[in-house]
């Protein structure tokens, strides 16, 4: 059923590429309609990612997404995007609404030369890091994946949108462009990923949401050759056992900061953001006591753009689950879960190519220390996985 869903959704966009090729100019005023695809081939020397690719080349990654936005006025917008997200066991390729669609209002209250003020509400992107509003599309990420200390794959639903009201604002200052957004959302905890990241593993209840803030401030001084941006979130969530479960109905707190920076040269771009979160996990019972751990991660990151097609990508990106615990052996101590487990160090290095404006090719290594990143649904077993393990990509992407 999955994969006709997948190929309807495919021949969707088939058509509206071709449609917004051929017709671009019957469409309303203030219409416009973008579409993505992209299918990437992952191997692994050990461990699983997206898919079965120990020791073999899987194609279980696969992006399509088609997105629409009217403007109905010079005050107020409706957007939405739906996607299908192949992702190995994480994501199964389901289509499903992104962000927004009719419940998505972005309503400006006021805007001027020099500054602008509005209101989002509906399903909203969270404004979380440099990348994380445009993720889902392959060319405006740096490589086909992003760092995983601070853009968790396996957790993306939970990252990528929610429902819920924002105000937002950007004013024209002497030293650049000052941006920022405010939220009160209900983030998405109910797939098995984002149980096992707070509750250890996919657990016979869910996780629900209550109402949780996200807030970013973003400078970019320089006439736009830096970017400096500070992210906070604080998410609150409660936990509804099953009738034979072993847990009570706990509640889980979860609270991060993400300071990010970014320099944009005429052929380098220089990107680092550093991240601290705190989870704390409350009233869960006997069977799994009251706990918290502070983690912390970072990535440095450099592109270049070798020729007007070609450019090469190097990263160096660490996580640590807890940062008291860096190298888990308290932790495996406790639990008998490997200490390798509790963090992850990355180095990657990377080529794109672009085939005009619609194309883009891109290859991928990664040399990994540790699996705190790996999803836990490919990867049911921690006792089994390897602590150092390479991974390559390769990716085709097009957009319209």
């Known amino acids: 059923m999955y994969r006709a869903k997948i190929k309807m959704l495919a021949v969707m966009l088939t058509l509206a590429g071709h449609g917004m090729n051929a017709g671009a100019d019957s469409l309303p005023d203030g219409v416009q309609v973008h579409g993505f695809a992209s299918q990437a081939v992952i191997g692994t020397s050990h461990n699983n990612f997206f898919g079965a690719t120990e020791n073999k080349a899987s194609l279980g990654f696969t992006e399509l997404g ?97 429902p819920g009201l924002a105000v937002y604002g950007d004013k024209t200052l002497a030293i650049g462009n000052l941006s920022y957004q405010f939220g009160v959302i209900r983030p998405d905890t109910s797939d098995r990923e984002t149980e096992g990241t707070f509750l250890g593993m996919d657990r016979p209840g869910t996780i629900k949401s209550d109402a949780s803030y996200i807030g970013r401030i973003l400078l ?21 056992p099953e009738v034979s479960d072993t847990l009570h109905a706990g509640n889980i707190h979860f609270d991060a900061w993400v300071f990010s920076g970014q320099y944009n040269a005429e052929n380098w771009v220089f990107t680092s953001e550093y991240a601290q979160n705190r989870i704390n996990a409350q009233n869960f019972g006997a069977f799994f006591p009251n706990h918290s751990a502070t983690g912390s991660s970072y990535y440095v990151q450099g592109t270049y753009q070798l020729t007007p097609g070609w450019s090469a990508l190097a990263r160096y990106d660490v996580t640590y689950r807890d940062k008291n615990d860096k190298d888990g052996q308290a932790f495996s101590a406790m639990t008998g879960v490997p200490p390798y487990s509790r963090f992850a160090k990355d180095l990657a290095a990377g080529l794109s190519y672009r085939l005009g404006n619609n194309w883009l090719l891109r290859g991928e290594f990664h040399h990994v220390d540790g699996t705190a990143w ?10 089994v996985t390897t602590r150092h393990w390479n991974m390559w990509l390769f990716q085709a992407a097009y957009r319209f």
């Open 66 to 162: 088609a997105n629409i936005s009217w403007r109905l006025n010079p005050s107020l917008q409706l957007s939405a995007q739906a996607v299908s997200r192949r992702a190995g066991e994480t994501d199964n390729g389901s289509p499903r609404l992104d962000h927004a669609t009719l419940d998505y209002l972005d309503y400006t209250i006021h805007a001027s030369e020099n500054a602008r003020y509005g209101v989002y509400l509906g399903k909203i992107k969270n404004p979380y890091g440099l990348y994380n509003e445009t993720r889902d599309v392959a060319f405006t990420r740096p490589g086909i994946l992003l760092p995983q200390s601070i853009y968790l794959d396996r957790v993306r639903n939970f990252v990528l949108s929610s």
């Open 220 to 240: 970019e001084p320089g006439n736009g050759h830096f970017k400096l941006a500070l992210t906070g979130v604080s998410m609150r969530a409660h936990y509804q």
């Open 374 to 383: 790996l999803p836990y649904s490919d990867n049911p077993n921690p006792a």
